[in-house]
């Protein structure tokens, strides 16, 4: 079974601030798919990034970064000087093959707060 | 290009009632699935259609079911509502074929309230 679990449930920062949100993930499958998205208050989520589990290189966007480690089962999504924009809920999930159809699994999401 | 809509945006149900929620897919995209969002909660995978066919299902009764016409827009039907329905019913698009892994693009949601 897939399982994603996002330990912080609400983060508060100020503007500027860097802050790194968790994501900790289960599968027996050697293939899967991670995914981060944001979900604004307009309730439209927005994907953000992708990435392979036979790709453990990093990524850099803009203010954006992300550390995928398989060893830890991790995928953690760090944002750069926080802007007060940034607040919103963000999703990690996973895709994995559970027997070919590649459910998605969601974690139940980290609401960040960027205050002024 | 265009992104992908649902419609109503709001919907208010009763207990027992059944409701048809509606989605078009970004253009380019043969594969839609369905979400559902209860408030506070990550979003759970109800199934996903492709080429007017079924191709993945998660953990929900037979009683949601769903659609997907030629232009690959969809159709989320759930019959005898029920006071847990009520949530914010998501659609996704992506790209490729079959029971794929291609980056899905969401909607903006129905937000659906069965009393």
Redesign the interface.
């Known amino acids: 079974a897939q399982k ?1 679990t996002q330990a912080q449930t609400e983060i508060s920062v100020v503007e500027k601030e860097d802050v790194t949100l968790d994501c900790v993930y289960e599968t027996r499958d050697t293939t899967y ?1 991670l ?1 981060w ?1 944001k979900q604004p208050p ?6 953000l990034i ?1 990435r392979n589990s036979f790709d453990e290189q990093n990524e850099i966007s803009g203010r954006y970064s992300w550390n995928f480690q398989k060893s830890t089962s991790s995928f953690n999504f760090t944002i750069t000087a926080s802007q007060v924009v940034d607040s919103a809920v963000y ?1 990690c ?1 996973l ?1 994995a093959s559970s027997g ?10 980290t609401s960040l707060i960027v205050h002024p | 290009e265009t992104g992908v809509t649902q419609s109503p945006t709001h919907l208010i149900k009763t207990r027992g009632q059944q409701v048809t929620l509606r989605c078009s897919s970004q253009s380019g995209h043969n594969t839609v699935s369905w979400y559902q969002q209860a408030l506070g909660q990550g979003p759970q995978f109800i199934f996903q259609y492709y080429r007017e066919e079924e191709n993945g299902r998660g953990n929900f009764p037979p009683r949601f079911s769903g659609l997907q016409f030629p232009n690959y827009s969809s159709e989320l039907n759930v019959n005898a509502l029920e006071l847990d329905d009520s949530a914010l019913y998501l659609c996704a698009s992506s790209q490729g074929g079959g029971p794929r892994t291609d980056t899905q693009y969401f909607g903006p949601g129905t937000r659906l309230t069965v009393l």
């Open positions: 994603v798919y995914f998205y307009s309730g439209e989520l927005v994907f992708r999703f999930a895709r070919g159809s590649y459910i998605p699994t969601f974690g139940r999401g």
